[in-house]
């Protein structure tokens, strides 16, 4: 039976155990534009976020059980690809040093700055055949 939080701490344990680097960028990826969302969940932006970020990690986890540590995650992040949109939008209506504003500027950069890793990634998977995090590695 699937339970997210038991497959979700498993996950995080395996991505920390192959890469700290891995582990911290997965968390400024997903915590700060949650807690973000939540704060300014009165906005389109914020409520946005807040759907995107667990539906990505349900994603993740899907992937995850049927392809373990695979490039194939990056497809989880399909799903931010909208809400980049929304927050590109915001850009231009918010102040650069409003609260909000520093949160979308912060959100837009994180996440589309993982959205071209995981373009590279998936580039890695389906092109060059490396379909692990780990050098060797088939599954």
Do not use: K
Request: proline residues 6%; aromatic residues 12%; charged residues 15%.
């Amino acid at each position: 039976m699937f339970n997210p939080i038991t497959e979700f701490i498993a996950f995080r344990r395996q991505i920390l155990a192959r890469s700290r680097l891995l582990g911290a960028w997965g968390f400024l990826v997903n915590v700060p534009p949650l807690v973000g969302g939540l704060m300014f969940l009165n906005t389109a932006a914020g409520a946005a976020v807040v759907v995107a970020v667990p539906v990505s990690l349900w994603i993740a986890l899907a992937i995850h059980r049927r392809r373990p540590m695979s490039r194939l995650i990056g497809l989880c992040h399909v799903v931010f690809l909208p809400v980049i949109a929304l927050l590109a939008g915001e850009l231009l209506r918010e102040p650069a040093l409003s609260p909000f504003g520093l949160w979308v500027r912060y959100c837009l950069g994180v996440w589309s700055a993982c959205v071209l890793l995981d373009a590279f990634d998936l580039f890695r998977y389906f092109v060059w055949r490396s379909t692990t995090y780990v050098e060797g590695n088939n599954g």
